[in-house]
């Protein structure tokens, strides 16, 4: 079963607005992943957020990690046609072995 | 770098048949991961090795699906015999460091999988 839930499970919005979508997880973890899908593509690494960090930031992302409530968002500011893509958080439970386990994803359209 | 390079990119089978999918990982990467996506779904972790060894194969169904990494770096995965649910894309990703979830996986451009 998937560990991580996303909401919502899409979201279309106007290219230069943000983008929000959540994550929530069941168990205790390590740290937190998000990955981005574009059609057709293998999945691509954006941000790691440590249990131990609330906030993270790499260039128009920016993730929040709430422990206490399990849950994650991730926020693409001014959005871009090129943002458009299929968007995962990933957790790893502290008793896997290093495994991840990803949510069933939110689907992102930004419209030019 | 060159990434992880995965074969063929697309295959159709019918059930009952067997299929195996080849994945060579990005070079000093010691774990190689397989992953099952169904569409709308998110990836669902099949097999996990590091060098050549298995971590966790957990949620392989072994009736059915092989995977080995032998020398510790490719690895195929078979399908013997194909169901109509296994119609998904196979991805195949690796990363550097063992023994750890610190890690970024790096994906594969993935098999698409469909079984008439």
């Known amino acids: ?112 | 770098e060159a990434g992880v390079a995965q074969s063929p990119r697309y295959k159709i089978i019918e059930k009952r048949q067997s299929v195996a999918f080849w994945c060579n990982p990005i070079s000093g990467h010691a774990t190689l991961y397989w992953y099952q996506q169904i569409l709308g779904q998110g990836p669902k972790l099949l097999i996990q090795f590091q060098n050549n060894g298995v971590v966790d194969d957990s949620q392989l169904p072994k009736d059915r699906f092989s995977a080995e990494r032998l020398k510790g770096v490719d690895s195929t995965l078979k399908i013997q015999p194909a169901k109509l649910e296994d119609s998904a894309v196979y991805l195949c990703a690796s990363s550097l460091v063992m023994f750890s979830s610190y890690n970024e996986q790096f994906f594969g451009p993935g098999t698409r999988l469909t079984v008439l």
């Open chain 1, 1 to 112: 079963s998937q560990q991580g839930e996303e909401d919502p499970q899409a979201l279309s919005i106007q290219e230069g607005e943000n983008a929000t979508m959540n994550c929530s997880y069941k168990t205790s973890i390590n740290n937190l992943q998000w990955y981005r899908q574009n059609s057709g593509r293998g999945l691509v690494h954006l941000i790691l957020i440590r249990s131990n960090e609330r906030e993270k930031h790499s260039g128009r992302l920016r993730v929040t990690l709430d422990t206490s409530k399990k849950s994650s968002s991730l926020l693409i500011t001014a959005s871009r046609a090129a943002d458009t893509a299929s968007y995962f958080c990933a957790t790893d439970a502290r008793d896997s072995s290093y495994k991840l386990i990803f949510g069933s994803g939110t689907r992102l359209l930004v419209r030019p």
